[in-house]
């Protein structure tokens, strides 16, 4: 599940007469107030889209972790991700709810001449599909903790995160584990992001710069988010980039992510 190769997929990645959508299976950006188990429930009733360990498709996987983390340490997802990460680094503004309302950003949603205003049920283009978006979750302390999708933060927290990553994770991670996450499990042919990207555990691991086109080192790791952030960490030039936006999903993977790093590499 940590490599995406589980068989199952998410709702913005499918057509939309899929089950996904036919069983209303949350990508846990939507439907506030909607329980984990109510959310598995459904999952569970949808075929799996190729035979484990076969294909790649990025996945609800990252949620049935979520549940099974919470199952083994015998706590909430929430608790046991203050124990083991956030409060080991320090992270107190960083969750699966939002403590100050004053301080969330707007989001906002890519259109055209300018960016609109998100808004709950409203569906954003992506690909070939849309992803499904309710802001108001963030603010319902009763919608489940996704695993892939639900937790808030600041630039800041998530760059004190990743720079623990790239110096080999002192207080919540052994180097090794740290190395082992950052290897390639899928290969390059996937193409998780770009041609010349695989998949570590958790996000993508470049394998050939060049056929990636991109000035980052072999051996960078990637990935963002739908609400309008991108991150990467290129340990060769001992280098950790975070950039939030609110729009989605430029801010992610639109021309915007690609500028801030052909800045950054001087391009």
Known sequence: MLTHTSGQSYGFEE???SDYHRLN???GLDQPGLSLDENLHRLSQAPLAFAPGTRWRYSLGI?????????????????????RVTGPLGLSDTGFAVTDPARLVTP????????????????????????RFAPSRALDTTSYPSGGAGMVGTAGDLLHFLET???????????????????DRVGAEVKTQEPGWGFGYGWAVLNDPAQAATPQSKGTIQWGGVYGHSWFVDPVRKLTVVAFTNTAV?????EFSKDVRNAIYGK
């Open 165 to 183: 990553i790239r110096t080999q994770g002192a207080l919540i991670l052994k180097a090794e584990t740290v190395r082992a996450m950052m290897t």
């Open 15 to 17: 057509p939309a007469e």
């Open 250 to 254: 430029e801010g992610m993977s639109g």
């Open 25 to 27: 299976i949350s990508d």
């Open 63 to 83: 949620d049935v972790l979520g549940a099974v983390i919470a199952k083994a340490a015998g706590e909430s997802l929430p608790q046991a991700v203050r124990d």
């Open 108 to 131: 906002y949603a890519d259109g055209k001449p300018v960016p609109v205003r998100m808004t709950d049920t409203m569906a954003v283009p992506f690909g070939e599909g849309f992803i």
